[in-house]
Nanobody, 124 residues
């Protein structure tokens, strides 16, 4: 059974950086596309970034493009989300998700497995 565990969230100031990590267990990580999503209080969960299984393709929401970078280390069963120039609008719970044999997708309905989320709070 695939399990995803996020870490790296916290309270930072506007302009700061954070790197989120998500470790997979119980699955063959290298055949899963991975995505990051976030949900702010009172809002629907939204797509942030996605990466293909081999890491060759990445996709970003317009709101984070040029500030966030998704990457993966298949040897460590881990996907990362490097975030720079954070703003209060980035405050949310960040979730990673996985889908076997998918190239990558911005559509959360296509993902099979989800982590419990990690809180990112950006103060102004």
């Amino acid at each position: 059974q695939v399990q995803l565990v996020e870490s790296g969230g916290g309270l930072v100031q506007a302009g700061d950086s954070l790197r989120l990590s998500c470790v997979m267990s119980g699955g063959s990580f290298s055949i899963y596309a991975m995505g990051w999503f976030r949900q702010a209080p009172g809002k629907e969960r939204q797509f942030v970034a996605a990466i293909s299984a081999e890491g060759g393709r990445t996709y970003y929401a317009d709101s984070v493009k040029d500030r966030f970078t998704i990457s993966r280390d298949n040897a460590k069963n881990t996907v990362f989300l490097q975030m720079i120039s954070l703003s209060p609008e980035d405050t949310a719970v960040y979730y990673c998700a996985s889908k076997k044999f998918m190239i990558a997708s911005y559509d959360e309905r296509r993902y099979e497995n989800w982590g419990q989320g990690t809180q990112v709070t950006v103060s102004s």
